[in-house]
């Protein structure tokens, strides 16, 4: 088990569903392959792109994963749409029953659209009520930059959770707000909560991402398991010990 899976406190059981913006799929791609010894299921609650690698079983048709069999090694499952060339969600009881032939599950569970910042729906995140872990993701790369379709996805709904104007600088506030608030990434949450900000990958960065966390540690003592910052793609991280 590599630093993260271990920093996630992930084990044979476990049910992660992962939500926010800024590396998601990345980061599901991680831990599936370092836990691939073990049998691992990754499937959208939403949509998510279907994992291409010769390593990587992958199952795209409702009546494909109920008939799949559970081997060790990365399974994918999902409905594939033709349109938009991605894996949609099976019905959540269809995934529930899969999901008990497998060590560990990994669940996308939003699309943010390759953006940095997100407001979301009602009916969103979409966390299944078996998940033992909420994982949220997200980036500082955001910080200083307007408030805007470019950045943003569900505009709307980001200015309304961070009292935002359109075109406004994105402050630590509304990074902090869409992380923490009743109606941010975690409204829906199940299971232990987890934070990770990603794209943490030099000396600036890194102090800023642990301030940000210091200030979330201080400010919501007990709503976090785990606050995390490191880089994805680099496979390094560091973690604060919550109060």
């Given at each position: 088990m590599n630093e993260l899976s271990a920093l996630l406190d992930i084990s044979v059981g476990?049910?992660?569903?992962?939500?926010?913006?800024?590396?998601?799929?990345?980061?599901?791609?991680?831990?599936a392959g370092d836990n691939r010894d073990k049998k691992v299921l990754v499937s959208p609650t939403t949509k998510m792109l279907?994992?291409?690698?010769?390593?990587?079983m992958l199952c795209d048709t409702l009546e494909s994963c109920a008939l799949h069999t559970a081997q060790q090694g990365i399974?994918?499952?999902?409905?594939?749409?033709?349109?938009?060339?991605k894996l949609e969600a099976l019905p959540e009881k269809t995934l529930s029953e899969i999901s008990t032939h497998y060590d560990i599950v990994l669940m996308e569970a939003d699309g943010s659209r390759g953006l940095p910042c997100k407001g979301w729906h009602q009916n969103e995140p979409v966390i299944p009520s078996f998940s033992t872990h909420t994982v949220g993701v997200m980036t500082l790369c955001a910080l200083e930059k307007?408030?805007?379709?470019?950045?943003?996805?569900n505009l709307p709904e980001f200015l309304s959770l961070t009292g935002l104007n359109e075109g406004e600088e994105i402050t630590k506030q509304a990074l902090e707000t869409m992380s923490c608030s009743p109606g941010g990434m975690f409204k829906n949450s199940v299971g232990e909560k987890y934070l990770l900000v990603n794209k943490v990958d030099d000396e600036v960065s890194e102090n800023v991402a642990l301030s940000f966390l210091q200030n979330l540690n201080e400010k919501y003592p007990r709503f976090f398991k785990k606050l995390i910052y490191g880089s994805v793609h680099g496979n390094?991280?560091?973690?604060?010990?919550?109060k």
């Open positions: 476990s049910k992660i569903s992962v939500v926010g913006c800024g590396g998601k799929t990345s980061l599901i791609e991680l831990i279907p994992m291409k690698s010769d390593t990587v399974q994918c499952f999902g409905q594939y749409n033709d349109k938009n060339g307007p408030a805007t379709g470019e950045n943003v996805h390094k991280f560091k973690s604060l010990q919550c």
